[in-house]
């Protein structure tokens, strides 16, 4: 478990690096779902996601001779921005495995922000590649979602919920490797034990749902064509299964679609460019899966909003569903 304490510290080392993100009204989206919507907006975040609060305040626990080994990473795109950001900051070297097929616009950032990419084709053995190369030249591992200290860091997302909006009923939160959930889970947890946190999953791959039926994290073939890229990781971590025992609420999936229709929403009605992780969130909230009182406050978890503007473009080109129509 990661303690309040333990999220506490991590706001205090990243405080003033990173972005206090707004949590927003969304009325006529949470209309559709009869509550009150508030959106967590970490796609304002540094680099346009979640991902350097965990990756800050990991690379700042390190001493300065381990630092200077470099820093080495895997990710389908926001943390390995995260982490070539924060690298950057350190003047730290920084080394990237990435699935060939990442999304174009991850790519880029990494290499703007100085970071190396190794391109691997097998999404199942992303975790061998970069241990390889965590073996070969030496460098400090990163972990995108199963290390206490990046969970903290993700937590203190989930404190400046509890801080900002200490009336909300429940918490929705999207889930690839369970970093994000876990630390969110965490701090509401321990500040508003009342509210519930719900896990929000893809349909055509869950990890977390089946872990916890395993008890343990098990291996789970991902879709590769998803604009929820930020979802799909080989596996889901041990922090999460245990978090996601005590204090997760219920598992929701949703499909491409319905990710596709929040994120039309999103950009129309809230203003806010958002990827398909950012999205996932509202997705489970209007597909009708959550039984919520009615005008009970709710926070969304908008998690990124690093998508190709071509891909934004051609979610925006569909048609718009007619008003109040609630994804099937």
């Known amino acids: 478990m990661i303690e309040i304490a333990q999220i506490r510290a991590a706001a205090e080392r990243i405080r003033g690096r990173i972005h206090r993100t707004p949590i927003l009204s969304a009325s006529s989206i949470g209309e559709r779902a009869g509550v009150s919507l508030r959106l967590k907006c970490e796609n304002f975040q540094k680099t346009g996601s979640f991902k350097p609060r965990g990756a800050l305040n990991k690379i700042l626990t390190l001493s300065r001779e381990e630092r200077a080994k470099g820093l080495v990473t895997v990710s389908a795109g926001n943390h390995a921005q995260a982490v070539a950001w924060a690298?950057?900051?350190?003047?730290?070297?920084?080394?990237?495995?990435?699935?060939?097929?990442?999304?174009?616009?991850?790519?880029?950032?990494?290499?703007?922000?100085g970071a190396e990419v190794i391109l691997h084709g097998d999404r199942a053995t992303l975790f061998d590649r970069v241990h390889e190369v965590e073996r070969e030249r030496g460098a400090i591992f990163v972990h995108p979602f199963d290390d206490p200290v990046?969970?903290?860091?993700?937590?203190?997302?989930?404190?400046?919920?509890?801080?900002?909006?200490?009336?909300?009923?429940?918490?929705?939160?999207?889930?690839?490797?369970?970093?994000?959930?876990?630390?969110?889970?965490?701090?509401?947890?321990?500040?508003?034990?009342?509210?519930?946190?719900?896990?929000?999953e893809l349909q055509a791959g869950p990890g977390l749902g089946p872990a916890l039926a395993a008890g343990k994290p098990v291996p789970v073939p991902r879709p590769m064509d998803t604009l929820a890229d930020g979802m799909c990781p080989p596996f889901v971590g041990e922090i999460a299964v245990e978090v996601a025992r005590r204090f997760v609420h219920e598992i929701i999936v949703v499909s491409e679609e319905e990710i596709i229709e929040a994120m039309r929403l999103l950009f129309t009605r809230a203003k806010l460019y958002v990827e398909g992780s950012g999205a996932a969130a509202v997705a489970a909230l209007l597909s009708g899966r959550i039984r919520l009182p009615r005008g009970v406050p709710v926070v969304a978890l908008v998690s990124g909003g690093n998508v190709d503007p071509a891909r934004a473009i051609a979610v925006l080109s569909e048609e718009t569903p007619p008003e109040g129509r609630r994804p099937r």
């Open 87 to 113: 690298a950057r900051q350190d003047k730290a070297p920084a080394v990237v495995v990435m699935p060939t097929g990442a999304s174009q616009s991850k790519l880029d950032a990494v290499r703007g922000y």
């Open 150 to 200: 990046v969970v903290a860091g993700a937590g203190t997302a989930g404190l400046e919920i509890a801080e900002d909006a200490p009336d909300i009923g429940a918490v929705i939160v999207p889930v690839g490797g369970g970093g994000l959930m876990s630390g969110i889970a965490c701090a509401v947890a321990a500040m508003i034990p009342r509210a519930k946190v719900y896990a929000v």
